[in-house]
């Protein structure tokens, strides 16, 4: 018992009294004990009782039963019935209000202790349902929710993705109208950089977890996709060492252009000719800390670069966008170009921030 705390209408003040003082020895605390319906009202408003214990005859305008009716339309507090009364019409009224319990005078203490106990329990119990009824129609509801959130994500990434193969097509097409070499590696280069793009809104599509990519699996494919479109000699290694990353896409398409671009470069520029070296090598690896601080380490023993080119800026439009994406990343880079090349990217993985905050100005 947790000393609840039980109001009392009664209109008999010694028979109230007696009630209280039975209440306090079974542990009740009575904070107040009123003889009318009109002043119950007020007293439940001032002490937000347990329960209320009921007589049905009382003084002022309102008997026992109006006043159980008030108090279930306005409170969640269980009333017990204790009165003289238990003619069929008061039953009948009584029953409408739905009481915790009815007992009868002259009354025993143990049906009255019994009554108050189980008005309680039951009053619990019912409450305890019903939060469990709401806890599972707000589950239900939210499960709903990411369901449909689930699905229109991944309509969004399928219409990116189906909107970039459109372009890449279109582009591809279009560098078949240009006989200069130039133009078509121009085109070649835009082309894959929308590829890094698109296989990372494709794989998100595929996955289960929408709000990461397995960031290793991407690598092997965007490595694979590279090295068919510049037509990699078969001297030429690729090796990929990577943790296990995921990775959002917040974070992925920007890494994702960064290697696309490095690893181009080098297919293209670092093995000019082999016949210096016995076999070309190309290195990537990207490392975790597992607090999201990543380590990008691209490398090849290729020819280098030229003496008059500096990363980032007197170089190629490649090398400052680079430079852009890393600076998008919050990270930093080392790069050496003296024996082949190699870059070293650190960086965090980007958290989504609200782009468009909509601002309600009241006119009035």
Known sequence: MANEKIIIVEDEELVAQDIKLILEDLGYHVPAITPSGEEALLKIEEYCPDSVLMDIMLEGEMDGIETAQKISERYDIP???????????????????????YIL????????QINIEMALYKHE????????IQQKAINKYLEKSLNEKETLMREIHHRVNNNLQIIISLLSLQSKYFEDERVHDFFKDYVNQLKSMSMIHERVY????????DFNHYLVGLASQLSSSYKKDPNINITINSDDVFLNVETAIPCGLI???????????AFLDLSEIEKGEILIELRSDKRGRYALFISDNGVGIPSDVEFPCKGSFGFRMVNTLIKQLGGSVDFDGTEGTSFKINFEELRYTERVKLDYKDDN
């Open 259 to 269: 290697i696309n671009e490095i690893l181009s470069n080098s297919l293209k520029h």
């Open 206 to 213: 595929q996955s289960d977890d929408l709000s990461s990519i």
């Open 105 to 112: 005078k002259p009354f025993k203490e143990r049906d009255l």
């Open 79 to 101: 009333v017990v019935y204790l009165t003289a009364y238990s003619n069929k019409e008061i039953l009948q009224r009584a029953k409408k209000t739905e009481p915790y319990g």
């Open 125 to 132: 119990a019912r409450k305890s349902r019903l939060q469990l």
